[in-house]
């Protein structure tokens, strides 16, 4: 029996979280041996398309199945898109885009019409569907500028979260000669970390919300003796000297601002590390919870990955990560709705209308301060997290869900037909971009 033929286009090659979730999805397809697999590799901005790796299996499998020439023997059966949702294009019988979506409430009218191109979305998380789902945008006639109708998601939507792999994230006590040197340089015994891009935008403006973060902890803990670290692995888009140096400048900016005798150290961990290394981070025993500020998460990665540590996450449970982070588990910082920053991101990748949380830094200066000074009943919940995450949030699990949904799209396909394959543009179609509906 002929099996499915699956196009999957996506930043495989790239070192991106899109390049991350997209290596996942494709191995979930290969590991099922149900599907004629090929792959269509595209760029992600400027990063890095060295992520593919020969003593991986699973990345050597998704290397084979790669095509570099814009023609395929057949028409794909169903095709996969792993992109923002603006540069989705229907090419096979059936098409499905695959996206984080926006990390905020409200997405850009253009995304959701390039939903509407697809036969379904798949998102990551509840929050990020519910912004395309609760959304409707006027259509003005472009001469007259009169409401002519409404867009909105028409067409079905699946969450599908991104699964972490059991097999390397989780409890460790062995670490590499490489990991122990970096934290042999770390004076203090207990550390908080942060893990995640530092992007644009001034203090408070950037999506995770780093200078906030760094602030509120130099404040909580200044001016005192036996204090806590905090270390950042973190870098803007890349590993290059220039932007360690530009991520030191901006720690360095941010202490300035801090007026004290004493301020607690912070460590910057600057650089390219593999899961296992990341994972061994994460487990390090100095490291003893895992904290971050973040604005918005489309799912939140990072953390689900820290919480198979079995430490504390101390975080806002809003946006993605609320799909996978119980607050009986988990730390939770108080927070509340805000006005996305127009400095946040790149033209066009939001609207004046959209929310996203934000910390309240007074009361997560006392979370933090007490998590230092007791740590031990916040330790014992966050083994339960782990435990929950394990079984729940598993790359085993969410391939049976993908297979599961892969299934029910192929159903009823029509009989395969010669296709050439037209070129991927960057926005496959212009949009008069119309008016929010309010209410």
Not at 89 to 115: D, H, S, Y
Not at 330 to 357: C, G, I, R
Not at 423 to 433: C, D, I, S, V
Request: aromatic share 8%.
């Amino acid at each position: 029996m002929t099996k499915p033929f699956l196009l999957v286009t996506a930043p495989v090659e790239t070192r991106s979280g899109y390049g991350n979730h997209a290596r996942d999805i494709c191995r979930a397809l290969i590991e099922s041996e149900k599907y004629d697999i090929a792959i269509q590799s595209v760029p992600w901005g400027s990063t890095p398309t060295n992520a593919l790796n020969e003593e991986n299996k699973s990345h050597r499998e998704i290397q084979k199945r790669i095509v570099r020439q814009p023609q395929l023997p057949k028409q794909p059966d169903l095709h996969y898109h792993i992109v923002i949702p603006n540069e989705f294009q229907p090419i096979a019988k059936k098409n499905v885009g695959i996206t984080a979506g926006i990390e905020a409430t409200v997405p850009p009218a253009n995304w959701v019409e390039g939903c509407n191109r697809m036969d379904m979305t798949i998102f990551t998380s509840e929050f990020s569907r519910d912004g395309f789902t609760n959304v409707a945008f006027d259509k003005l006639d472009n001469n007259t500028k009169q409401i002519v109708g409404q867009l909105k998601l028409e067409k079905p939507s699946e969450v599908l979260f991104e699964g972490a792999d059991t097999d390397v994230f989780k409890e460790v006590d062995d670490f590499s000669p490489f990991l122990s040197g970096k934290f042999s340089k770390i004076e203090e015994d207990f550390c908080f970390l942060f893990v995640g891009h530092w992007l644009q935008g001034n203090l408070g403006e950037d999506r995770k919300d780093i200078g906030s973060m760094i602030k509120t902890f130099l404040n909580t803990f200044k001016n005192q003796k036996n204090t806590p670290a905090l270390i950042i692995k973190t870098s803007g888009a890349n590993f290059s000297i220039i932007d360690r140096r530009e991520m030191i400048k901006k720690i360095n900016m941010v202490k300035s601002s801090v007026k004290a005798d004493i301020l607690p150290n912070i460590y910057l961990l600057h650089g390219d590390l593999t899961d296992e290394e990341m994972n061994e981070m994460y487990n390090h025993p100095k490291v003893k919870a895992h904290l971050t500020f973040t604005h918005g998460e489309g799912f939140g990665r990072p953390l689900l990955e820290a919480s198979l540590s079995g430490k504390p996450i101390v975080a806002p449970i809003s946006t993605g990560q609320a799909d996978f982070l119980d607050k009986q588990y988990s730390v939770e910082l108080p927070h509340q709705m805000t006005k996305v920053s127009p400095n946040a991101f790149p033209k066009d990748y939001t609207t004046p209308e959209s929310m996203w949380s934000t910390v309240n830094y007074g009361i997560a200066a006392r979370v933090m301060l007490d998590v230092f000074k007791n740590y031990s009943k916040y330790k014992m919940k966050a083994k339960k997290q782990m435990i929950v995450n394990r079984e729940t949030f598993s790359h085993e699990a969410m391939k049976d869900k993908l297979i599961e949904i892969t299934d029910k799209v192929l159903e009823g396909i029509p009989k395969q037909v010669q296709l050439k394959l037209p070129k991927l543009t960057k926005e496959p179609k212009k949009l008069n971009l119309p008016k929010l509906k309010k209410g």
